[in-house]
């Protein structure tokens, strides 16, 4: 039995974590099998390099340093979280895969994007998510929103422009595998909206909770 791989993408502060737990929720109540994760820090080395990745306090990291960082935390976060889960038949839900780190460190950072891409396909052995979840966002009205800022948060808004628009030349090419909706949206209409995608490909409801539940409760 083969699992469900989904993944959601964006900038900084487009909710994406948010959505996250709304989804997990959802999983919850209609008793999906799941697991929720994220990257980095989705594993025991991951965390590890999430701190050096993220703390304003770390030393400079050159872009190339930063995007090797990135794909060893992949690595790791398959071959110890990913993978087995869906082994199991799980539905993973992801805060960030390969797409964050080629527009981050591809675009953001100004490397070759084609070259970041092909070092994530080493590291994750090509996997694939079955639905990406982009949520488009604003960069100055997410900006607004950051009250304190990790490294890449901090990076300026040229930066994550670039990252923003990498991010939406990703989806035009799979066009079929991506979910682009617009993080200004209420995050309960952004929810809904994932889960009508979804809900088909797991065989349950897009509804929050199963009838049974809602009458029970």
Known sequence: MTGLFVVLEGGDGAGK???????????EAWAVPHLLTREPGGSWLGSRIRELLLDPDSGPISPKAEALLYNA???????????????????VVS???????????GAGRVLDPQEVRRLAEWATDGLVPDLTVLL????????GRLTSRDRLEAAGDDFHRRVRQHFLELASRDPGRYLVLSA????????????????PMIGIGPEPSPPAARMGS
């Open 184 to 199: 200004s949206d209420p995050r309960e209409d952004i929810a809904a909206a994932v889960r009508r995608r979804l809900a």
């Open 73 to 91: 935390d992949k690595a790791q976060h398959l071959a110890d979280v990913v993978r087995p889960a869906l082994g199991r038949g799980e539905v």
């Open 136 to 143: 488009d966002a604003d960069v100055e009205a997410t900006s």
């Open 17 to 27: 974590t948010t959505q996250a737990r709304f989804l997990d929720q959802w999983l």
């Open 95 to 105: 805060d960030r895969y390969v797409d964050s780190t080629i527009a981050y460190q």
